[in-house]
């Protein structure tokens, strides 16, 4: 429900893709009287997974963003299939993209990705004692290279820009902060 100062005018799709579909909403801001077009990606919920081994590596992926038009260095994640839990998808996106399986899981909370143009929530799971299963296993419009790094170093990473995606460093924020209060 908007907030008292906004009203919605009206409400229309653009488009529907892959994994998200566009939305159009036209608002009136009630203060100024201003109306106003905003653009709202809706997607399902999805999960992001730091994956630590056991001698304490965390478990990366690389992969082709066409937003940024590169290849970014991540960690496993992915959209909760209908009914699934945050932790379930995170197990099965880190089984699929990397080929490591836990030996614990816990969910760490949610995220807000950008509420200014999405809908929807990223919930940071953390999976522990990581083990390598079997091969990585892609869908058919991906190509992943894993890479390992020492947990120690995520810091540096971060400022050295060698790590740079919000969602990621955000992941990582969360859990430093439930872990160290």
């Known amino acids: 429900m908007p907030h008292r100062s906004w009203t919605l005018l009206a409400s229309r ?9 566009l939305r159009e909403d036209r608002y009136r ?15 399902a919920d999805w999960a ?4 630590v081994t056991p001698d304490g590596q965390v478990v990366f992926i ?18 909760l299939d ?10 099965r996106e880190l089984l699929e993209e990397t080929g490591y399986a836990p030996g614990r899981v816990r969910y760490l909370g949610r995220l807000m990705p950008n509420p200014a143009l999405n809908s ?3 919930h940071v ?17 991906e190509h992943l290279e894993v890479e390992l790094h020492p947990l120690e170093r995520i810091p540096e990473m971060i400022r050295s820009g060698d790590l740079v995606h919000a969602q990621v460093i955000a992941a990582f924020s969360l859990w430093h902060t439930l872990s160290h209060g």
């Open 29 to 43: 801001f009630e203060l100024s009287q201003q109306e106003a077009d905003f653009i709202v990606c809706e997607s």
């Open 48 to 51: 992001l997974t730091i994956p």
């Open 125 to 141: 799971v953390l999976a522990e004692d990581c083990h390598c299963v079997s091969a990585s296993q892609p869908d058919g419009l």
């Open 82 to 91: 209908n009914g699934e839990s945050p932790e379930a998808a995170g197990v």
């Open 13 to 21: 799709y653009l488009g529907d893709y892959r994994v998200v579909r």
């Open 62 to 79: 690389r992969q082709y963003r066409h937003g940024q038009r590169q290849v970014v260095l991540e960690i496993p994640g992915g959209v």
């Open 120 to 122: 929807a929530w990223c």
